[in-house]
Nanobody
Framework: QVQLVESGGGLVQAGGSLRLSCAASGRTFSNYEMAWFRQAPGKEREFVAA????????YYADSVKGRFTISRDNAKNTVYLQMSSLKPEDTAVYYC?????????????????WGQGTQVTVSS
């Protein structure tokens, strides 16, 4: 079992920054492919960013490319999402996801582990 706990959300003005954290406990964190998703009210959950366990290749949704950065610290069992130049349309609940299979965590389908989510609200 892996437990994921997100933190770092909050209220920020447009143009501001936030750093989300996802702390993992349980099995070997470094083996897991990690991703961030978000879900805005009335909308479906959407992919934000992903990070391969080996090699560190990153992937981003077009809507956040150049503004968000995903990273991980295996010594702390934590994955981060640094968000800059935030826009009101970034308002959502942000979730981290973990799976041993990258295709699953990249698609957000049949993912083994999800966090409980953290709210990000960007005011205009």
């Amino acid at each position: 079992q892996v437990q994921l706990v997100e933190s770092g959300g909050g209220l920020v003005q447009a143009g501001g920054s936030l750093r989300l954290s996802c702390a993992a406990s349980g099995r070997t964190f470094s083996n897991y492919e990690m991703a961030w998703f978000r879900q805005a009210p009335g909308k479906e959950r959407e992919f934000v960013a992903a990070l391969r366990s080996a090699g560190g290749t990153t992937y981003y949704a077009d809507s956040v490319k150049g503004r968000f950065t995903i990273s991980r610290d295996n010594a702390k069992n934590t994955v981060y999402l640094q968000m800059s130049s935030l826009k009101p349309e970034d308002t959502a609940v942000y979730y981290c996801a973990a799976d041993l299979i990258f295709a699953k965590v990249r698609a957000g389908t049949r993912v083994d582990y999800w966090g409980q989510g953290t709210q990000v609200t960007v005011s205009s």
